[in-house]
């Protein structure tokens, strides 16, 4: 069985760096049928896919035209993870972010606990 | 990107009752279309994939339909714990979302 834990602050200051890590269990970060992604949630812009990372052959990464150049999502292989960084964030990145596993045959099929994450100072 | 467009935005039912929803895109996804439900406090939950076909552990009251740009999600005959928010997802191109349709007891 699958699982996603995810950990990082719940409060970041705006213009700073907002980082999330994602750990998985029961499956390999490596996986060839599967791609990880970081979608969030918010009253103002509901769920939004933020972007995703997957191993075939070598590592690529996709992400949303809406927070490119801020967004690096990065594997971790040696700790079977991946994590999410977005930069220069504002009080309009305020949400409940998630990790989420794509299986390519189905979809989204494994969620993490979510983090609400608020952009203040 | 592909716009999304659910509605009813509420639906107000009884337990036992059946559910129809509707999910529009703004253009085709061929059937590359999902439905998730979502509970107060949990995680969107994969219910339908490929427009028609069930999750692993998802109950047969649970159906899709559609292709192209229109789709349905029906709940045959609610139970009390299906009473949550649904949105539909497409991956055609990047991944988007429809706004969600609450289903509520009456």
């Known amino acids: 069985q699958v699982q996603l834990q995810q950990s990082g602050p719940g409060l970041v ?64 292989t040696s700790k079977n993870q991946f994590s999410l960084q977005l930069n220069s964030v504002s009080p309009e990145d305020t ?15 494994c969620w993490g606990q979510g983090t609400l994450v608020t952009v203040s100072s | 990107e592909i716009v999304l467009t659910q509605s009813p935005a509420t639906l107000s039912l009884s337990p036992g009752e059946r559910a129809t929803l509707s999910c529009r895109a703004s253009q085709s996804v061929s059937s590359f279309l999902a439905w998730y439900q979502q509970k107060p ?34 709940i045959s005959n609610l139970e009390p714990e299906d009473f949550a928010v ?16 609450k289903v509520e007891i009456k």
């Open chain 2, 41 to 74: 406090g949990q995680a969107p939950r994969l219910l339908i994939y490929d427009a028609s076909k069930r999750a692993t552990g998802i109950a047969a009251r649970f159906s899709g339909s559609g292709s192209g740009t229109d789709f349905t999600l029906t």
């Open chain 1, 13 to 76: 200051k705006p213009s700073q760096t907002l980082s999330l890590t994602c750990v998985i269990s029961g499956d390999s970060i490596s996986n060839y049928t599967v791609a990880w992604n970081w979608i969030r949630q918010s009253p103002s812009r509901g769920l939004e896919w933020l972007g995703r990372t997957y191993y075939r052959s070598k590592w690529n990464s996709d992400y949303a035209v809406s927070v490119k150049g801020r967004l690096t999502i990065n594997p971790d």
């Open chain 2, 86 to 101: 649904y949105y539909c997802q497409q991956r055609s191109s990047w991944p988007t979302f429809g706004g969600g349709t």
């Open chain 1, 95 to 109: 949400a409940l972010y998630y990790c989420v596993r794509e299986d390519i045959r189905t979809g989204l099929d």
